[in-house]
């Protein structure tokens, strides 16, 4: 890959990612290796660091600038301290960033994946060309990030953008910080899963009664809706309900030039979008219902194309 180059690492529950990148969003081949998440904090730095080795090898003598790395959070970008990562075991208030810049040598910036992933689609992706977005990811929770008049936005310790715990339903279902009726409890991709085997619990016809040997996904209500299953299809009706209430709120908040659906719920986004539209028409206010919502263009590689990008800023290089 020509030159300048940085290496983007993802870091995830299950994988830890990484790809040399350029200026212009192109990944390189991804590495991508199990992560150790009940190693313990030392464990993962390391095979941080050893997955960085192996993609740094394939820069040749093209110099690599620096890390961008996307983790999960909360975190502070500032000071690059992981507070938690409540399904890791043994991470408290972790100096990440310095922990894998002394491992590797390169500098590093760090991020939430959800911002990351924002970013990615705002300088790469489906939100390139505007200033101001919300990026939406709809999987096994639901999170965000934030774009206003060209910038990130971070807030206090850089906390910025938990959109999936905005309470839509006090009356709802507990999730998991706590809470009853988070945006997350309701319309993530675990709160449709959830909301499916209590459904089949109660004895509702499905061909969704016939999996047998693990618990039904999210996965499977979408396959079913797309049969035409009557409980998968009112399932996902009310996932996109929710998911309309919820981005009229973000409307009104950020009054953003578009929304972004990412995450594996919005592979279903062609199925939700007429009842996700007709939400907002009937609840936001009337200069908000012309903003367009749409599905991510990166698909899981939005928030490595994100952290490239952070890692390129902080080394001075224009992105292309």
């Known amino acids: 890959m020509p030159g300048p180059l940085v290496i983007a690492v993802d870091l995830g529950g299950t994988s830890l990612r990484a790809a040399l990148a350029t200026p212009d969003g192109q990944l390189g081949r991804i590495t991508k290796i199990r992560t150790d998440a009940r190693g313990g904090p030392d464990k ?3 095979q941080i660091a050893g997955l960085v080795a192996r993609v740094r090898a394939e820069a040749g003598d093209t110099p690599v600038q620096g890390i961008g790395l996307s983790s999960p959070g909360p975190l502070d970008p500032f000071t690059g301290t992981v507070f938690t ?3 890791f075991q043994g991470w408290q208030d972790v100096p990440l960033r310095a922990l894998v810049a002394e491992r590797t040598g390169l500098p590093v910036t760090l991020e ?18 505007v200033d101001s977005l919300v990026y ?65 619990a109660e004895g509702a016809a499905s ?3 016939d999996i047998a040997g693990r618990p039904v996904s999210a996965e499977d209500v979408v396959a079913a809706a797309r049969a035409g299953d009557p409980l998968g299809v009112a399932l996902i009706a009310d996932e996109a309900r929710w998911l309309g209430i919820g981005i009229v709120s973000l409307l009104h908040l950020f009054s953003p030039e578009r929304v972004i659906l990412g995450g594996g719920v919005s592979n279903a986004l062609d ?27 990166l698909g899981g590689n939005a928030g490595l194309a994100g952290a490239a990008a952070l890692a390129f800023g902080a080394a001075g290089t224009q992105l292309a």
């Open 112 to 129: 939430n994946d959800a911002a990351s992933a924002a970013i990615g689609e705002w300088r790469f992706g489906a939100g390139k060309g």
């Open 44 to 46: 993962v730095v390391a």
């Open 207 to 209: 061909s969704l009664q």
């Open 271 to 297: 199925l939700m979008s007429d009842i996700i539209a007709r939400e907002i028409q009937a609840r936001a206010m009337a200069p908000f219902r012309s903003v367009p919502f749409m599905a991510a263009s």
């Open 136 to 200: 939406v990811t709809v999987s096994t929770g639901l999170g965000g990030g934030v774009i206003v008049d060209g910038r990130l936005l971070h807030g206090r310790m850089g906390m910025a953008g938990h959109i999936g715990h905005m309470t839509l339903d006090p009356d709802g279902p507990r999730c998991g910080c706590g809470n009853p009726g988070c945006w997350e409890a309701l319309a993530s991709g675990t709160g449709l899963a959830r909301i499916a085997r209590e459904r089949l």
């Open 85 to 87: 990562l409540p399904t």
